[in-house]
């Protein structure tokens, strides 16, 4: 009986030691890999690629995908490899933009609702309510229509389109910890409400917001390029992601002219909303 018992606490121990190891499944390694590629992009295009995203040769226009050109060309004989390349700093920067702008605006927003309660929660309710009522899309296309057709005006208002969800979820967040019982013995501690928000409060609420904003970073990269492909960000020569694609629906003959810039940008938001998926079952 005794062997028994011990192969039990064994088992056990070693079942606790299997759920508490962080494994990485291999789409989350390869989801990872796409998103530093995109970073890497990002922040040094020139190292993908020696050809020019504004000049072209002309003789090559409407090339198909080869070994020279690997995304083919388009119309003005461009290689469209390196301008989907030098595009990703315009997309990515924006969508880091908007996810920081509906972070901070809607962490502060859902803090102080959860928190403060009555009156200050009714007021905020009602302000995120209302940002919840109109569709995110459309309150962006609003907003980037007020601000001006510019990729940063329309990051501004994906931004402001991400606040009602993360003031949502950190309110949630917030009354969920703030009945807990270390929440209460701080208090009777003598702890400050100030010390409470700071000590307790935050550094556990802030573990979902943080998902959360990973999954907003594909959405904004999706809300992003949506918008340019509509002509709501900068104009040509720029190479948003979404304006490449929105240029070459023109010509039915160079299919890859879309294909090429769309399969990167539904790579890059799967591959993060993979990302998200795991960080969440993580945490």
């Known amino acids: 009986m005794t062997t028994a018992f011990t192969l039990e606490r064994l088992r056990g121990v070693g079942g606790a030691t299997r759920r508490g190891t962080l494994r990485l499944p291999p789409t989350v390694v390869l989801s990872f890999l796409v998103v530093l590629t995109v970073e890497l992009w990002s922040l040094l295009p020139g190292l993908f690629t020696s050809h020019s995203p ?4 002309t003789a090559t226009k409407l090339a198909a995908p080869s070994p020279g050109h690997w995304f083919g060309t388009d119309y003005l004989g461009r290689d469209l490899y390196a301008r989907v390349v030098f595009g990703t700093a315009s997309s990515v920067t924006s969508a880091l933009v908007a996810v920081l702008i ?7 927003i859902g ?21 919840l009522a109109v569709p995110g899309f459309l309150l962006a296309v609003v907003i980037v229509s007020s601000l001006g057709f510019q990729t940063i005006n329309a990051a501004i208002a994906t931004g402001v389109s991400a606040v009602a969800v993360f003031a949502r979820l950190m309110r949630a967040e917030v009354l969920r910890i703030r009945g807990a019982v270390y929440v209460e013995a701080s208090y009777l501690e003598g702890g400050s409400r100030l010390h409470v ?8 609420a802030y573990r979902s917001v943080l998902v959360l904003a990973v999954l907003q970073f594909g959405t904004s ?29 023109t010509y039915v003959t160079a299919p890859w002219l879309v294909y090429a ?10 591959s993060v909303n993979r990302i998200s998926r795991w960080l969440r079952k993580a945490k």
């Open 54 to 57: 504004v000049t072209g040769d």
């Open 197 to 204: 928000l700071l000590r307790h409060i935050l550094p556990n």
């Open 261 to 270: 810039p769309a399969l990167v940008i539904v790579i890059t938001v799967l």
């Open 111 to 131: 803090l102080a609702s959860g928190f403060r309660g009555g009156w200050v929660d009714a007021t905020l309710g009602r302000l995120v309510d209302v940002l």
């Open 221 to 249: 990269i999706l809300v992003i390029a949506s918008l340019a492909f509509l002509g709501y960000g900068d104009p040509p020569p720029a190479s948003d992601w979404g304006l490449l694609v929105a240029s070459g629906k």
């Open 102 to 108: 509906g972070l901070v605006a809607g962490s502060a």
